[in-house]
């Protein structure tokens, strides 16, 4: 059982005024909830900003200016976002046509942005070609022969890395695990698949492969998963030049950093982390007799995340003597599924009002006919909590909005940017004529 206390701000943009109300990019929350309603998504501007800033300078530090950071785009998707992401020099990846769509539309130079996806329709590697696509991460042989005829048609050689498995456990949530030898994404080093797909890669007259990529996984907080997978993906460099006469020119070691949830894990130093692992591959590079590759790196969680808090209203609060207690909110499993698909930990606190010794300790619950609709369980609350009470989920920035379904036909909250101590609405709130819009 995880508790967290009331006072405890997990993250640097979080306080509670004099009036003890809870502010969050230094803004009255209240105010916030009167002016868009609940539930809201608000983002802090200036977080994403400095989480931006904060990746870059580290990966030129330790690696060079040629490096680059691209943020994995499926963790927060909407126009605004990429406009910010763009003005801090980052790239993007993009895992569909409705993320380059988003992308394209918000003036993102597509150039910037790899093309990612474990199954990319004829249609996906065509509406990418068309757009200018910088990179694709290619999954697998069929994709090749897909993307290398439609190149053709299009009379460009399209640039790619190909998605590598080095056989690496994350030592995470099973199912957000992805760098192991049985993944459905890439091709496994140790299968001799790797291998095979590489020297096919190389037979085709309109692709150039440029390099190589791999992720193990997410939520990670222990930079030796980045020494091991960064020193397999070397060796796999090195191979490929002895074996094969290829030389690499852009190596990806993936995204997967961890984010702070409760007060029990880690504020993780990206900073410190991106430049231990630098130094080690240095001397990698050295030992293996290789020139380092152009390294990137594709945050997504660890750039937004503690950028968001949804802001809700209680309604339904029932006791069930000697059993439990749930405090039901006016959001739930189609803001934030991320409970109910993997327990993931959450820190909840009363926009106003006190957590004492005397705390009641609830289950709070979205709207959805479905019991598995929790935002979390164990959670302190005020003993007078009551309808009309304001509440803050933090650290909802990643895999909130964009994952947000619309279960039960419930619209989607809006997105609210919060800046210097203004709001700007980023993206409208979903009303019940959008749902009812593509109904014949
Ligand atoms: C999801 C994903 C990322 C980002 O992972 P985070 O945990 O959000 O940093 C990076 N690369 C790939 C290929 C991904 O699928």
Redesign the pocket.
């Known amino acids: 059982m995880i508790l967290t206390k009331n006072k405890e701000m997990i993250c640097e943009n979080l306080n509670r005024n004099a009036d003890g109300e809870l502010c969050f990019a230094g803004m009255p929350l209240s105010p916030l909830a009167e002016k868009y309603g609940t539930p809201l998504y608000l983002y802090d501007e200036a977080r994403v900003r400095h989480n931006c800033r904060t990746y870059l300078s580290a990966v030129r530090e330790g690696f060079g200016e040629a490096a680059r950071v691209m943020y994995?785009s499926?963790?927060a998707s909407f126009k605004r976002l990429y406009e910010i992401i763009n003005e801090e020099g980052l790239g993007v990846?993009v895992?569909s046509c409705g993320e380059i769509y988003t992308a394209k539309l918000a003036g993102f130079p597509l150039e910037n942005a790899y093309f990612?996806s474990n199954n990319k329709t004829d249609a996906d590697v065509e509406f990418a070609i068309k757009n200018g696509v910088g990179y694709f991460?290619v999954d697998n042989a069929e994709e090749l022969f897909a993307i290398d005829e439609i190149a053709k048609e299009y009379g460009i050689k399209q640039k790619i890395m190909l998605?590598i498995t080095p056989g690496i456990d994350p030592h995470t949530y099973a199912a957000?695990a992805?760098g192991k030898v049985d993944s459905k994404?890439g091709s496994a080093i140790e299968t001799g698949q790797a291998k095979a797909i590489t020297s096919l890669a190389l037979t085709f007259e309109n692709i150039e492969l440029c390099g190589f990529?791999c992720?193990v996984?997410?939520?990670i907080f222990d930079a030796d998963v980045y020494l091991a997978t960064s020193k397999v993906m070397l060796g796999f460099v090195a191979d490929m030049e002895r074996e094969l006469g290829f030389i690499t020119k852009d190596l990806d070691i993936?995204?997967?950093?961890g984010v702070r949830y409760i007060a029990d894990q880690p504020a993780l130093d990206i900073k410190a982390t991106i430049l231990i692992v630098a130094e080690e591959m240095k001397k990698d590079a050295e030992r293996l007799g290789i020139a380092l590759p152009r390294i990137s790196l594709?945050?997504?969680?660890?750039i937004v995340a503690d950028a968001g808090l949804t802001l809700y209203t209680v309604g339904t609060v029932k006791r069930i003597p000697g059993y439990k207690s749930y405090v039901s909110v006016d959001g739930g499993m189609t803001d934030n599924p991320r409970f109910a698909l993997y327990g993931s930990p959450y820190t909840i606190l009363p926009v106003f009002g006190e957590i004492g010794d005397d705390a009641e300790i609830c289950s709070v619950v979205g709207r959805c006919c479905e019991s598995g609709d929790i935002l979390q369980e164990n959670v302190p609350m005020p003993t007078d909590i009551a309808r009309g009470d304001l509440l803050a989920c933090l650290t909802t920035g990643?895999?909130h909005y964009s994952m947000a379904s619309n279960y039960n036909r419930i619209p989607r909250p809006p997105v609210v940017m919060l800046n210097d101590g203004d709001s700007y609405l980023a993206v409208k709130r979903e009303t019940i004529e959008d749902i009812i819009k593509l109904d014949i």
């Open positions: 994995a499926k963790a990846d895992v990612h991460v998605r957000v992805t994404f990529h992720h996984g997410s939520q993936g995204g997967g950093l594709e945050p997504g969680r660890s990643a895999y």
